[in-house]
């Protein structure tokens, strides 16, 4: 065996000295994808239902699973631009509203097989900017839904009986919100002028002009009791109304642009505010807590003790709505990856620097993302130390460098230098 051996390194020598050449070593070009982290979310809106994530992306609707595309609503040719949805445990209905000026009623139950119900025609001279479902409960059963437009008009329609109910004219332009009263036939209409109008669906009448706002109205919240409603908006004040007699009671200065809000009971609200999440009673009125998200947060929505909200770097959470903790989140959109390394023992966890001051650090395991927060620019490069790979380093714009352990799937910030 060594006697061969040295006969076939002799040759090999021989053969690369005579012809002058390196012997080019054999490379696998035969590789299996094992896992993909695909973009699923671009920016716009998104609703929750349950553990999925319904999010508008390249003029299509994605149903969203743990950070994975499970099935997708989309039309060929005919984008959608605004959508809502209603469930419970025997119904899921979306409803979209499309480019052509058509709006489609979609099951849901079935998630992976999403099919088209009913489809029909707006009747709206612009685009529709926001959509509301409302299940009625009394005398007055059935579904309707709520259209508001780019033109300051909001259309009613009743999908149990199959036909357009309202149709409510204003001076204003874009309309922001909608929101059904819990136990009346009152709908509320807030809109980019600052404008906030209250309708009677009995007898089609304007009940009253809600004059407060001075810039886009983003959120309209009904106490459960329904006497009394706040609005927030991009004007930085939060104003509390008495829906009696539709009366502005308080006016709370909250220092920022509101861009969501969750009523939790009576009068306490979570507000997005900047890159915060706060808490605020608004009898007293004053702050009770905050929490940072490490970007700037562009809407927030509420289901029973969680909360869950989008941020401006495309990431989806999820957040408990008793300490502001969060508990889970969903990268939408890694954009230009700069640079990756793995880390722990065998490899358990991928760390990922992208067009983010928040380095994603993914389980290979279960592919749960965590958000590792604390540079303030997008961050460039990552090294692990080779006795350690526990041990990671980071640099960015930001003039920093970092160096991280890995603890308990998250990265704890041991050392910054600058």
Not at 43 to 53: H, I, R, S
Not at 60 to 71: D, L, M, P, Q, T
Not at 80 to 108: N, P, Y
Not at 150 to 165: H, I, P
Request: contains cysteine.
């Amino acid at each position: 065996f060594t006697s061969t051996r040295e006969k076939f390194s002799t040759s090999v020598n021989t053969t690369q000295v005579s012809k002058g050449v390196r012997m080019k070593p054999k490379v696998s070009t035969s590789f299996s994808c094992v896992k993909t982290v695909e973009s699923v979310y671009t920016g716009g809106q998104v609703e929750w239902f349950k553990d999925m994530a319904f999010t508008l992306a390249r003029g299509a609707v994605n149903v969203v699973r743990k950070g994975e595309v499970i099935s997708m609503l989309k039309e060929e040719e005919d984008q959608i631009i605004s959508f809502t949805l209603a469930g419970s445990d025997t119904e899921v209905t979306v409803v979209t509203a499309h480019k052509s000026g058509l709006v489609r009623i979609w099951d849901c139950l079935v998630v992976e097989q999403p099919k088209v119900i009913r489809t029909f025609r707006s009747i709206h001279s612009g685009a529709i900017s926001v959509l509301g479902l409302h299940t009625l409960s009394g005398s007055h059963s059935g579904t309707v839904l709520a259209t508001g437009g780019t033109e300051g008009t909001v259309k009613v329609w009743d999908l149990t009986s199959q036909y357009f109910t309202h149709n409510f004219r204003t001076s204003s332009t874009v309309c922001s919100s909608l929101t059904f009263h819990p136990h009346k036939l009152l709908l509320y209409g807030g809109f980019s002028t600052g404008g906030l109008f209250c309708w009677d669906l009995t007898n089609s009448k304007l009940v009253q002009s809600m004059e407060a706002h001075f810039s886009v109205v983003t959120a309209f919240s009904i106490t459960p009791c329904g006497l009394k409603g706040v609005s927030c908006g991009r004007d930085a004040v939060c104003v509390v109304w008495d829906l009696t007699s539709h009366s502005k009671v308080s006016t709370v200065p909250v220092f920022s642009p509101v861009e969501g809000m969750v009523m939790m009971d009576s009068l306490k609200v979570v507000l997005a505010t900047g890159d915060k999440l706060a808490v605020w009673d608004l009898n007293t009125p004053a702050k009770i807590s905050e929490a940072e998200m490490g970007c700037d947060v562009t809407s927030l929505r509420g289901q029973v003790d969680t909360l869950h909200c989008t941020t401006s770097d495309h990431n989806l959470l999820t957040i408990s709505q008793t300490n502001l903790a969060v508990t889970g989140c969903t990268v939408g959109n890694n954009d230009e990856v700069l640079d990756l390394v793995l880390m722990g023992e065998s490899n358990t966890h991928l760390a990922v620097a992208c067009n983010s001051p928040a380095i994603r650090l993914y389980s290979r395991d279960t592919w749960n993302c965590v958000l590792a927060t604390g540079h303030t620019d997008t961050v460039l490069c990552l090294a692990t130390c080779p006795g350690d790979t526990s041990i990671m380093a980071s640099g960015g714009k930001d003039k920093e460098v970092r160096v991280w352990r890995l603890e308990q799937d998250r990265l704890e910030c041991l050392v910054v230098g600058s």
